[in-house]
C-alpha cells in the first residue's frame, strides 16, 4: 500500500489517460505510469479498468451496435471529419508520440499523416461498400428469380493494438470496423495509450454516436477479459506471434485478423542500382529504431557487391543521428523500453562472440540502442533466427537468387520481403516462389503504402489490413433472394 500511494504521489499532475466507457471518460481502479522513452521518467499515467468495467463496456458497446442507424454516407462523413481533426491536432500528437513511443519529429509527423489518409480510405471504403449480383436463372428450375449479396456488419469488434505504430496500426483496425457499421473496443499498448485516447476524442468530435468506440487500458489479463465475452464477434490484432496463437486459441470459432512477427529481408542482386537501393534500404532499417514488423533485419547481397555494399551501407548507417527524439535532426531513437535496448544489446553480444563482425554501432545508453550494422551473423544465434526489433541490420552474402529465396523461405515467418533487380524475369520469379504475403520489386520489404492489402503467411499471421480488404473482413456477406 505503500508503494501505491508512492507511485500516485509521483503520477500526480500528470496527464492521465482515462477508459471511454459507453461514451463517457471514467477512472479506472488503479492507474500505472507510461514513461517518456527517452528520458525514463512518468510522463503520463493510465487507468485500468475492472473486470466488471470490461463487462459493462462490451454490454452498452453492444448495445451501441444495436441502435446504430448510420448510413454508409454517414460513416464515411465521421471519418473524414475524424482525419480533419487529427490533423488539427498534429502538433499535440508529434509531442505525445514523442514522449510516449520515442519517435522523432520525422517518424511522428509522418505517423499522423498516414493515420489520416487512413481515415480518409476508410470513408471512400464506406461509401462503396456492397455486394454482388448472383446469376440465379444459371440453374435449372430458376427461372424468374433475382439473387444479390450485400455485406453487413459483424457486431462488436476488439482492436488488441502496439506500441510501434500507436496512431495508423490502431487507425487500419478502427476505422475499417467503424466503416463496417461495427462498434469497436480498443485495447491499445500500455506503452502508448495516449494517442488513443486522442483517436476517441477525434471521432467523437467527428459525431460517432456514443458507445461505438470504446478505449480500455490494460496489460493481457485486460485482453484475456476482453476474449471472455462472448458478444466480442471479431478479434483484430497486431503484435508477437506467441500472443496470437494464444489470442487465435482463446477465439474458438470467432473471426480474427493476425499480424504477427517477422524477420523481414531484402535482397539486392548484382545488377541493382546502389544508389537508388541503399538509402531505402537505411530508412526501412532504422526508422522508427528499427520497430517495424517489415524493418530490414537481413540484408541478402550478392557476393560480388559484398564488399561496396558493406562499405557504402557502413558509411550510410555511421551518418544517422540517434538519441533524444526531441532534437529536430534525430532520426533514430530510443527502442520502447530499457529491458528492449537491454535484450538488443545482448543479442549483438551473443552474434559477436559468435563470429559476427560488427561495421557500425556503439554503446548502448538507456533505451536508446546506436544504429548498428554487422557481417557474419550466424544463424543459430537469435540475431540470426529470432525478430529482433530494433535499430540492427544483419549483410549477408548470396551466390544466386534461388539461394536468397531459400533463406527467405527458412525462416517460419512470411511477412515482406523486397528484393533489388532490373532482371523483371528473376523478380516475378521471386514473387511467385518466396512464402510472403507482400514481394515488393526495386522497393524494401517497409515500403507499405495503406490503401494496398497487408499482412503476412506461415507464422506471421493471416488476413488483411488495408481498408478496402479489412473491411470485407470485418463484415459478412449475406444472399437475398427473390422470386418475382
Known amino acids: 500500500m505503500a508503494d501505491a500511494a508512492v507511485q500516485g504521489q509521483a503520477l500526480a499532475g500528470l496527464p492521465s489517460c482515462r477508459l471511454l466507457i459507453a461514451g463517457e471518460w471514467v477512472n479506472g481502479p488503479h492507474t500505472v505510469a507510461v514513461l517518456d522513452k527517452y528520458h525514463l521518467q512518468p510522463a503520463m499515467s493510465a487507468h485500468l479498468p475492472s473486470r466488471e468495467q470490461v463487462r459493462s463496456c462490451i454490454v452498452a458497446a453492444e448495445r451501441a451496435f444495436e441502435a446504430n442507424v448510420l448510413t454508409p454516407y454517414d460513416r464515411g462523413l465521421i471519418l473524414d471529419r475524424a482525419a480533419v481533426e487529427l490533423e488539427k491536432r498534429a502538433p499535440e500528437l508529434v509531442e505525445v508520440l ?11 509527423m509522418g505517423e499522423v499523416q498516414r493515420c489520416a489518409t487512413t481515415f480518409r480510405l476508410s470513408a471512400e471504403e464506406a461509401r462503396r461498400l456492397a455486394g454482388e ?7 435449372a428450375g430458376q427461372k424468374g428469380r433475382i439473387g444479390f449479396t450485400i455485406r453487413v456488419p459483424l457486431g462488436v469488434v476488439a482492436a488488441i493494438t502496439p506500441f510501434n505504430a500507436p496512431l495508423n496500426t490502431v487507425a487500419h483496425k478502427v476505422a475499417p470496423a ?8 480498443l485495447k491499445p499498448s500500455l506503452h502508448t495509450p495516449m494517442t488513443s485516447c486522442i483517436m476517441a476524442e477525434c471521432l467523437i468530435a467527428a459525431g460517432l454516436p456514443s458507445g461505438l468506440m470504446s478505449v480500455l487500458h490494460g496489460d493481457g489479463e485486460v485482453a484475456d477479459w476482453l476474449m471472455a465475452e462472448a458478444a466480442v464477434k471479431f478479434f483484430a490484432f497486431t503484435g508477437s506471434t506467441d500472443i496470437g496463437r494464444i489470442i487465435q486459441s482463446k477465439a474458438g470459432l470467432r473471426r480474427t485478423q493476425m499480424e504477427l512477427g517477422s524477420i523481414s529481408h531484402c535482397v539486392i542482386c548484382e545488377d541493382a542500382d546502389l544508389d537508388i537501393a541503399l538509402p531505402k534500404v537505411v530508412n526501412a532499417g532504422f526508422r522508427k529504431a528499427g520497430q517495424v514488423c517489415t524493418s530490414i533485419q537481413v540484408l541478402l547481397v550478392q557476393r ?3 564488399g561496396q555494399v558493406e562499405q557504402r ?4 548507417v555511421a551518418g544517422l543521428p540517434y538519441g533524444d527524439p526531441g532534437e529536430d535532426d534525430t532520426v533514430v531513437g530510443p527502442v520502447v523500453s530499457e529491458a528492449a535496448a537491454q535484450r538488443i544489446e545482448s543479442w549483438i553480444a551473443l552474434a559477436e562472440q559468435s563470429g559476427a563482425r560488427r561495421l557500425v554501432g556503439g554503446a548502448r545508453v538507456g533505451a536508446v540502442v546506436p544504429p548498428t550494422l554487422l ?4 544463424k543459430a544465434t537469435p540475431l540470426g533466427c529470432q525478430e529482433v526489433f530494433g535499430p540492427v541490420m544483419c549483410v549477408a552474402p548470396f551466390d544466386v537468387l534461388d539461394e536468397a529465396i531459400a533463406r527467405v523461405n527458412d525462416t517460419p515467418y512470411g511477412l515482406a520481403t523486397g528484393i533489388f533487380t532490373k532482371r523483371l524475369d528473376e523478380a516475378l520469379q521471386a514473387a511467385r516462389q518466396l512464402q510472403v504475403g507482400g514481394v515488393h520489386i526495386n522497393e524494401t520489404p517497409s515500403s507499405r503504402v495503406d490503401l494496398m492489402p497487408y499482412g503476412g503467411s506461415k507464422d506471421s499471421g493471416f488476413g488483411r489490413e488495408g481498408p478496402h480488404y479489412a473491411i470485407r473482413e470485418m463484415s459478412e456477406e449475406r444472399i437475398v433472394t427473390i422470386l418475382a
Open 375 to 378: 557481417t557474419n551473423v550466424d
Open 133 to 139: 449480383m448472383v446469376p440465379m436463372e444459371g440453374a
Open 98 to 108: 514523442r514522449q510516449e513511443a520515442g519517435f522523432p519529429r520525422r517518424d511522428a
Open 178 to 185: 467503424l466503416a463496417a457499421g461495427n462498434a469497436v473496443v
Open 304 to 306: 560480388s557487391l559484398i
Open 313 to 316: 551501407l557502413s558509411e550510410l
